[in-house]
C-alpha cells in the first residue's frame, strides 16, 4: 500500500519569503514521488519527480524537493514566492514511475499577499 | 507538446439523464488513459484504468455499470455517467499516458446534476 500525507491544508506567505509545503509518504517498496500543481480551471501540471535518482529534485518555476528516506519526506521549497504561485499542490506517490497508479495527497492550498 | 483535453469543460444535466464526457490526447497516442474524480477541497481519486482495445479496469467502490469507460483509439477515452444524480456531481479528471514514466493531465470537466 502507499499513501501521502500533505500536513498543511492551507499555507500562506508573503511575496518574496520562502515557500515550505510539506509532505510525508508511506510505501512498502521504493517510491515514486511527484508535486503537481493546479491553477483555477486548468489541468494539473508537473512540477518535478523523483523516481531514484539524485535526491534534490529540481523542478520548474524555481521549486525544488528533496527525497528524504530517514523521514519518509518529499517537502516542496521555493526560495521566493511570486504571485503566481497562488494555486494547489499535490504530493502523488506512485510504486512505479509516474505511468501507474497515482496515489494523491490531500493538497495544500498556497496564498500568496503583498 | 503533450496536451490533454476534454469535453465539455462544464456540463448541467437533469437526474436520471446520461452524461459523456471525453478525454483526448492531441499530439501523441495513449495506449492507457486513467479518469479520476475530486471532490471539492478533497483529492483526487482514481476511477479507472482505460486501456485502448480493452475493458477498464475499476477501482474498489466505483460502480462500472454507472461509470462506463469506452477507450476505442490511441487519442480518445469518454466516460459516460449514466443515470446521473446529484452525488454524482462532481469535477472529472483524466490523464494520458504516452510512455511509462509519465502521465499528462486535462483540464477537467465539471458535472452539475440537478
Known amino acids: 500500500a502507499q499513501s501521502v500525507t500533505q500536513l498543511d491544508s492551507h499555507v500562506s506567505v508573503s511575496e518574496g519569503t520562502p515557500v515550505l509545503l510539506r509532505c510525508n509518504y508511506s510505501s512498502s517498496y521504493s517510491p515514486s514521488l511527484f508535486w503537481y500543481v493546479q491553477h483555477p480551471n486548468k489541468g494539473l501540471q508537473l512540477l518535478l519527480k523523483?523516481?531514484?535518482?539524485?535526491?534534490l529534485v529540481k523542478g520548474i518555476n524555481g521549486f525544488e524537493a528533496e527525497f528524504k528516506k530517514s523521514e519518509t519526506s518529499f517537502h516542496l521549497t521555493k526560495p521566493s514566492a511570486h504571485m503566481s504561485d497562488a494555486a494547489e499542490y499535490f504530493c502523488v506517490v506512485s510504486l512505479t514511475g509516474g505511468g501507474n497508479k497515482l496515489t494523491f495527497g490531500t493538497g495544500t492550498q498556497l496564498k500568496v499577499e503583498l | 507538446g503533450a496536451v490533454v483535453s476534454q469535453h465539455p469543460s462544464r456540463v448541467i444535466c437533469k437526474s436520471g439523464t446520461s452524461v459523456k464526457i471525453e478525454c483526448r490526447s492531441l499530439?501523441?497516442?495513449?495506449?492507457?488513459m486513467f479518469w479520476y474524480r475530486q471532490f471539492p477541497k478533497k483529492s483526487l481519486m482514481l476511477m479507472a484504468t482505460s486501456n485502448e482495445g480493452s475493458k477498464a479496469t475499476y477501482e474498489q467502490g466505483v460502480e462500472k455499470d454507472k461509470f462506463l469507460i469506452n477507450h476505442a483509439s490511441l487519442t480518445l477515452s469518454t466516460l459516460t455517467v449514466t443515470s446521473a444524480h446529484p452525488e454524482d456531481s462532481s469535477f472529472y479528471i483524466c490523464s494520458a499516458r504516452p510512455s511509462a514514466e509519465t502521465q499528462y493531465f486535462g483540464p477537467g470537466t465539471r458535472l452539475l446534476v440537478l
Open positions: 499530439d501523441f497516442q495513449a495506449t492507457t
Open positions: 523523483y523516481t531514484s535518482a539524485a535526491t
